[in-house]
Nanobody, 125 residues
Framework: QVQLVESGGGLVQAGGSLRLSCAAS????????MGWFRQAPGKEREFVTA?????????SQSESLKGRFTISRDNAKNTVYLQMNSLKPEDTAVYYCAAGPGHGIATTRYYYDYWGQGTRVTVSS
């Protein structure tokens, strides 16, 4: 059974940092593109960032996200990370990890085949 399990979410004050992890099990995703999305209450699921199997990265062009988040991967551990710095209250959301069908990456949620259950991030002001 393929599973993506996110962890590392929690409550943090504005200006703080969190590092989310997404651990895959059931198969290796070392040759798959992986992405992070988030969904705030009452809003659509939003693309945050993605990383290809060769570590090429793609980031949201949203001004609110630029320069604060970094994606990385450790293929030996079958894990993808999202480092989030200078967090703002508007970053409050459930963050989801996703795996694509191949090497590439995309900004649309519909490209990705596998999803984790999400990890909640709450940023207090």
């Amino acid at each position: 059974q393929v599973q993506l399990v996110e962890s590392g979410g929690g409550l943090v004050q504005a200006g703080g940092s969190l590092r989310l992890s997404c651990a895959a099990s059931g198969r290796t995703f070392s040759r798959n593109g992986m992405g992070w999305f988030r969904q705030a209450p009452g809003k659509e699921r939003e693309f945050v960032t993605a990383i290809s199997w060769s570590a090429d990265t793609l980031y949201s062009q949203s001004e609110s996200l630029k320069g604060r988040f970094t994606i990385s991967r450790d293929n030996a551990k079958n894990t993808v990370y999202l480092q989030m710095n200078s967090l703002k209250p508007e970053d409050t959301a459930v963050y989801y990890c996703a795996a694509g069908p191949g090497h590439g990456i995309a900004t649309t949620r519909y490209y990705y085949d596998y999803w984790g259950q999400g990890t909640r991030v709450t940023v207090s002001s």
